[in-house]
């Protein structure tokens, strides 16, 4: 299959306050994505997994060209062109129109863009002319992903898209990436959970604690974990950091389950 | 071109906003009604300010604009930035393949026309007022400095707010910036003037005395409304404050510039 992107020790860390001194602007590395190796391939689906704070968001923020990580080419505008981002549950409000919004994403791409049909690919034809402040929380996923796709990407990343969606709009959007994977699309989907994405990817990519744990197909994954069909997460997360899962508590911080390296001044 | 669309499209987004219903009115009653009572030929000024043609009263009221223009760029880019990120569509605007500096220049004209466009038919208005009441209407030249400098000021502003916009991580934050930056240059520029004056051993018990005028110029360099009088004074012959229209000049470049840049530079570094 051919590679639409390829990420090489990708890292990047966060810069967060440090409270170990009185400066109010001093600043020390904090959580992050570290050394990841990842190949983007053309019209396949990528599941990212891992808990709260794995770094998914971060990764996903350093594909879309957000950060100038380690590992990457600077170059960064020239690799937004072709990806289209779709950022987790974001509140459009205000007294402008849906398609006020898109055009306003429209013209930050050098070209031009059939809005109409990209409104009814998501199914917002009835909602074009509706202020954003009217929308229901499903109908701004629905503009998020309109956005997403505004320059027909080459590479779509979706940070937890199926969130706030009812159950007949998740199914109509995995029918929709599908779609758009099979015309060759390239697709990076984000998820806390196995079973949200188990039934429509291609592969998985699990992640904790910035670190890439493991990468491929879920069955391969699971038999390399010795786990057995209907695991998820937990079960995987526990299988590498060797918790029985029985034991799993909000006591246990991420390092508690973080088998690898420690990285300076991270904290939780 | 399609960077002047995204400008325009900003443009007309902030100029449908609900906040436009409160700005308009206001704006009107500063210019509009200033313009009418200082055209009245009965008028008895504080001061003994004396008002004898068109272009005098154009200089008179840019107090009111001062007042009023100002806090309009304020309202309408203290969220120019920081309701983006906080409702998440930063990340979607930053994503774009488009490069940050222009995307920053887009947003500043953007928002920069927003005030300036009402300002600008309001002016227009005004001088229908002072011809009407007056009889007398401002020259080319004095009518091109009266909305260059105008354009110049509400350009000042909306670079400053919106700087504060980008470093603000909530709302609040960042309206107190703009206001804070409004009240120090619009209420207590004076103020601090005085003090400046006080520490040189200039008496402040005469305001209009040669020492004092001078220190005032002086520190007018350093205020945005102090370079706009600086520079409407330009036309005016019986005005001398001994500040060089090239000082003023090099004023007026430097608050254009250095807030512009340093806007660009924030975006450009900007993570959601």
Known sequence: METCLTLTSVSWRHKIRDFSTWKPWAKKDGPGIHSIDLKIQKGSILGLIGPNGAGKTTLMRAICGLYDCEGFDKSCASRRIGIGYMPEQIRWEGRMSVRSALQ?????????????????????????????????????????????????????????????????????FCNLLKDLASKGVAIVISSHQVSDLESFVDRIALLHHGQLLAEGTLPSIRQNLGLKDGDGIVEMICSVTGIDPEDVSLELSNDDLLPFKQHVGEEE | MSDFNLSLHIMKERLSAGRMLVIWPLLAMFILFSSWGLSDPKANLPGGLIIDSAYDVMYASTAFIVFSATMGAVLISFDGISRDRLSGVLEVKLSQPIKR????????????????????????????????????????????????????????????????????????????VGLGVWMLFTLLWLVLTTVVAGLSGVGVENLNSSEYLQIQATMDLFSPNGVYHLLLEMPLTDVDRGISPLATSMAAILWSTLPLYLFIRRIERMHP
């Open chain 1, 104 to 172: 306003t994403i429209s013209l930050m791409r050098d070209k031009d863009i059939d809005l109409d049909s990209i409104i009814q690919t998501v199914g917002l034809s009835s909602k074009s002319e509706h202020y954003l402040d009217d929308l229901s929380q499903g109908m701004r996923q629905r503009l998020s992903l309109a956005c997403a796709l505004v320059g027909e990407p080459r590479i779509l990343v979706m940070d937890e898209p199926l969130n706030g969606l009812d159950p007949l709009a998740q199914r109509a």
């Open chain 2, 101 to 176: 500096s222009v995307y920053a220049r887009a947003l500043l004209i953007g928002h920069w026309l927003a005030i300036f466009i009402p300002v600008l038919i309001l002016n227009l208005l005004s001088l229908v007022i002072i011809w009407y009441r007056m009889d007398d209407l401002p020259s080319l030249e004095e009518l091109f400095i009266h909305t260059i400098a105008t354009g110049l000021l509400l350009l000042w502003y909306t670079s400053i707010q919106l700087l504060a916009s980008s470093w603000a991580k909530d709302m609040g934050s960042s309206i107190a």
